[in-house]
């Protein structure tokens, strides 16, 4: 994060605007870069020490959810079956990686023969 820091700062300053950000642009700044990265940071981090790497990862296979979700609350988007087939497919893929669902009945059953 330092290194992307840097480099970002660097492209900042190389185009740095004619006339000064407001301060509503950078409270607005701050309020992003703060409230929402650095607390969201810290509370991911609960999930990997309680659960592990491996399951607090699934949480990041449902923003694609959420983002159809809040479009149809805020946006008034329609929501379409493709959409709604899509997000039960994350829902079961999801399930199926935190081992919620041991796996999916007749589909890899070994064959007796």
């Known amino acids: ?10 492209f900042a300053l190389l185009w740095w605007p004619a006339s000064a950000p407001s ?6 700044m701050l309020g992003l870069g703060i409230a929402c990265t650095g607390v969201s940071y810290m ?5 990997i020490t309680v659960t592990g790497p491996a399951r607090a990862i699934t949480v990041t296979f449902v923003i694609p959810i959420f983002g159809i979700l809040w479009d149809a609350m805020f946006l ?38």
Do not use: D, N, Q
């Open 43 to 47: 509370l991911f981090f609960h999930p």
């Open 76 to 113: 008034a988007k329609r929501l379409s079956a493709g959409m709604a087939v899509a997000c039960a497919i994350v829902l079961i893929g999801t399930a199926l990686a935190t081992g919620v669902v041991k796996r999916v009945p007749r589909i890899g059953a070994r064959r007796t023969e």
């Open 1 to 10: 994060m330092t290194a992307a820091t840097i480099v970002l700062l660097t």
């Open 23 to 28: 301060t509503h642009a950078w409270s607005a």
